[in-house]
């Protein structure tokens, strides 16, 4: 009827960062088989430099922000994004509810490729070397590494693997807060990443600090983590200095050689949290469960309370991810319970040991005032969002954007931000809440 014909075609603006997209649509069952392809392209290629898996992902996004459920391929006639390959695709789940192509990519190879680079730290190379060797199972990878090293791996794989929810997230924030306020007062702390934009679990917890005084939030991330230290939570982790300095608002977009995506001074590690927490709701602060999705700083800007900062707190030096110390502790906990027992414990007979903790992947990072609401949007993604925009920003304004901020290669200028709503404004786009970033 009319309705029909008035999407035949139907159009949408070319960039992501120019339409809602959002986790629930009308389109999964496209989205799911074009994003099969994607992930299958990323374990084939490099997995951070694959134009294939690129394409696939552009076009699941597109069909992500449709407003109605895709019945006929006309309807596709204006939108930009969607190639030839995914055209194939779409039309063969139209025509038979599934694409052969996909069947066909989900086989041993790829499941043994996903089973492997679930591992934490371990990439598609690393998983593809696996396989040659024959190896098929995480038993036998555990099998090929009992060093030390990965004796203490294994014993948090299946932690880092169950999904993190928003109430361990919440927690964790929730502790983050107390002692980040107690050094530093008027500190503002956000979760961001995938529980901003209204996931209700994710592969970890990320939280990005600031401060409105300049200047004030130098050293604070080393004191913090001194106190988490002490409160026995922290089981292991990395501190990255800031390598931060004007000119990169200008210098190219491409990543660093390290593949980072900015340069602030950050944390990446893993905490230890109670396994009830998971099961309890944590109370907020700010009283409310759910402001998290919010743009604005309710709940964040809280009261001030008076500051201990003693001269005995240096900064450690964190081993990067150090297991170790927990590991004995547990190793020894162990040997407590299997009173008598010689063998040593197998990883799976670690990994299930009596304890009432669970071990999450936390990312810290600390933005200085004045780059914060750019942090913000990068900090909160997701990654094929910032992408997106930051293709959009160079090709349509000839700006360049980061998580530092935005810069204006023909006036020479950087484009300063009060708010996530002028980092937009100053990117000519209308706001997008974070739950609509979704790509
Ligand atoms: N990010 C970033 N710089 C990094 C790492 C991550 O800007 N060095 C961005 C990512 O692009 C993403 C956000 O920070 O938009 C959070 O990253 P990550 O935790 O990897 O992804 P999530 O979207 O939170 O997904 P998940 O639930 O799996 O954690
Ligand atoms: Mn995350
Ligand atoms: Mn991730
Ligand atoms: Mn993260």
Redesign the pocket.
């Known amino acids: 009827g009319n309705d029909s014909n008035r999407r035949n075609p139907f159009i949408l603006p070319e960039y992501a960062c120019q339409r809602a997209t959002c986790l629930k649509h009308y389109n999964h069952k496209f989205t799911r088989a074009l994003e099969i392809l994607q992930n299958h392209a990323e374990l084939r290629d490099n997995e951070h430099d694959s134009s294939r898996a690129l394409a696939f992902r552009r076009a699941s996004c597109v069909l992500k922000s449709l407003p109605f459920p895709l019945t006929s391929m006309s309807q596709l006639k204006k939108l930009t994004n969607i190639g030839d390959h995914c055209k194939r695709v779409i039309q063969e789940i139209l025509e038979d509810g599934e694409c052969s192509e996909v069947t066909k990519l989900q086989d041993d190879w790829f499941h043994k490729m996903v089973v492997f680079t679930s591992i934490f730290g371990i990439g598609s190379a690393t998983a593809k070397k696996w396989i040659e060797k024959g190896w098929s199972t995480i038993k036998e990878a555990q099998e090929g590494h009992i060093s030390s090293d990965w004796r203490v791996k294994w014993a948090f794989h299946s932690d880092l693997n169950t999904p993190v929810k928003l109430q361990e997230a919440q927690y964790i924030q929730q502790i983050v807060r107390k002692e980040a306020e107690t050094i530093l007062p008027g500190i503002i702390l956000q979760i961001?990443?995938?529980f901003r934009r209204g996931?209700e679990e994710?592969?970890?917890i990320?939280i990005l600090m600031t401060h409105p005084e300049d200047g004030k939030e130098v050293g604070f991330l080393a004191r913090l983590l001194h106190r988490l230290q002490n409160k026995g939570i922290i089981l292991c982790g990395n501190l990255e200095k800031s390598t931060y300095s004007d000119d990169m608002l200008t210098l190219d977009s491409k990543l660093s050689a390290k593949g980072?995506?900015?340069h602030f001074e950050k944390w990446l590690g893993i905490i230890k949290i109670p396994q009830s927490c998971s099961e309890t709701p944590a109370r907020d602060d700010s009283g409310s469960l759910s402001n998290i999705g919010s743009c604005d700083h309710k709940g964040i800007n809280s009261v001030a309370h008076p500051t201990s900062n003693t001269a005995s707190e240096q900064p450690l030096n964190y081993q990067p991810f150090n297991l170790h110390e927990s590991f004995e502790d547990l190793e020894s906990k162990a040997k407590k319970q299997k009173l008598g027992t010689e063998n040593e414990l197998s990883p799976m007979e670690l990994a299930k040991l009596d304890r009432n903790w669970i071990a999450r992947r936390v990312?810290l990072i600390v933005s200085p005032y004045n780059q914060y609401f750019y942090a913000l949007v990068?900090?909160?993604?997701?990654?094929q969002f910032?992408r997106d925009i930051r293709t959009y920003a160079q090709k349509e304004l000839g700006m360049k954007l980061s998580?530092h901020g935005l810069y204006d290669l023909n006036k020479n200028c950087a484009l300063p931000a009060r708010s996530e709503k002028e980092v937009f404004e100053n990117l000519k786009l209308q706001y997008l809440e974070p739950w609509e970033r979704n790509c």
């Open positions: 961001t990443g995938g996931k994710g592969h970890d990320d980072q995506l900015d990312d990068g900090w909160t993604g997701n990654k910032n998580s």
